[in-house]
């Protein structure tokens, strides 16, 4: 079969504008699930009051013991304290960490998926003496566990 | 080269990740002392997780993660020769990724 010019490339623009559609189909969704987005409004300079407000909507806070949260006592050095959290609580979806005295209470936000164990541990930064608080949503609850830190800084005894 | 370090350890049923990532975690509140001005905040926003490309966990932070971030997360199961990727982004608009083959 006999092609003219003409035929070949409108042959050649529509194939490769289909390939062109199909692949952006492709990459959109993968792209997607890349981008999950920050949340801004959580890690704004505010009082704990008010961040703890953003993270439960108002939802009241439930003590529970079946979470562990490890962390010094007395820390020298308030730019570098590790940290280490489980928790046995089932269905744990989210895991949150906030340092009530810092500028930016909440610290991270852990989303976890069904295959991952709450058992993380991080180091975090505080700007003096606090209560350190560590939240788990599980079942729709918000479960909450805290510690108070001294920090000592320059070693002259907060 | 990378600025993320991954290390995976099988344990019974579970395995270990463990990451290191090298980024300066500035939280817009230091001042230079050469020079008395602010340094701008420059600081990971989220690190996201995934074996064998399905992602299995993502944390989103502020500026109160150390500098030079330290993780560790906790999976099930996990066999030698998955994949591990560990990805981050930053509020400057840098990003990195690296992968990682349990052994």
Known sequence: MMQTRRQFIKKTLTIGGAFWASSWLVVKPLWAQTETLWPTGLFAHSKYQAALKDITGGQALIASKDITLTIPRIAENGALIPFSLSSTLEKAERVFVLVKKNPVPLVARFTLSPQVNTQLSARLKMAKTSQVVSIVLANGQYYYTDKTVKVTLGGCGG | ?103
């Open chain 2, 1 to 103: 080269m990378s600025s993320i370090k991954i290390r995976t350890k099988r344990q019974q049923g579970t395995t270990q990740i463990r990451t290191l990532i090298a980024h300066p975690m500035e939280t817009g509140l230091n001042t230079d002392n050469q020079n008395q001005k602010t340094i701008a905040a420059h600081f990971i926003q989220t690190l996201t997780v995934r074996h064998n490309d399905k992602i299995i966990l993502t944390t989103d932070m502020g500026s109160g993660i150390s500098r030079n971030p330290y993780f560790s997360f906790e999976m099930k199961g996990g066999e030698p020769g998955d994949k591990v990727t560990i990805q981050w982004s930053d509020n400057q608009g840098n990003r990195d990724s690296q992968d990682a083959l349990i052994s």
